[in-house]
């Protein structure tokens, strides 16, 4: 695998709809496909470059109006799958950095931003679980990674002001640490 492809559908039938299109079309690997909040649908696939963006052009015109984002990430970094599934082996942080954004496909585009322009782990990429339709990113470094990272993500191709905030916490409190991604 050396693409990942997603679209986030604004209602959970034609989502549906979209995901048995986008395995339709071409060899793709079903990564996820699930509802998230606000009703909501997600499908994230992966595959060559080709297959995986006529996967996710077929999935787009199957949403039709109610497709709210997509994307195509020719060349994915591999902890962003791990990420996704929230099962990134992290050590003990020395900074946190978040991002939170509102949209899901932008959350994927700036962890996949983040983790190519600095030594940082992904530790989660949330998708919309019990978020009121927003996305965040959880990841680890040092303190200049994780501003490096989040300064990557904030000026990533396509992100146009979908990023409602971002924060890099020094030291963090391995209690919280433990509570929140733990």
Do not use: W
Request: charged share 15%; glycine share 8%; with cysteine.
């Amino acid at each position: 695998m050396n693409a990942l492809g997603m679209i986030e559908c604004q209602n959970i039938p034609k989502g549906i709809e979209a995901a048995d299109s986008m395995l339709k079309t071409a060899d793709v690997s079903l990564l996820t496909a699930q509802a998230v909040c606000a009703g909501k649908y997600i499908v994230l696939i992966s595959g060559d470059v080709a297959a995986v963006s006529a996967s996710v052009d077929a999935g787009k015109a199957m949403c039709g109006a109610s497709l709210i984002d997509s994307l195509v990430i020719p060349s994915i970094h591999p902890q962003v799958l791990s990420a996704v599934a929230a099962c990134s082996d992290v050590p003990k942080p020395s900074a946190l950095g978040i991002l939170e954004s509102f949209s899901l496909c932008v959350s994927v585009k700036i962890a996949d931003a983040a983790v190519k322009a600095a030594d940082i782990s992904l530790i989660e990429i949330r998708l919309g679980r019990g978020l009121g339709g927003k996305a965040f990113v959880i990841f680890t470094g040092d303190v200049s990674a994780c501003e490096a990272a989040v300064r990557a993500a904030e000026n990533a191709e396509g992100v146009g002001g979908m990023i409602s905030q971002s924060v890099v916490i020094p030291s963090p409190n391995m209690d919280l640490v433990r509570q929140s991604i733990y």
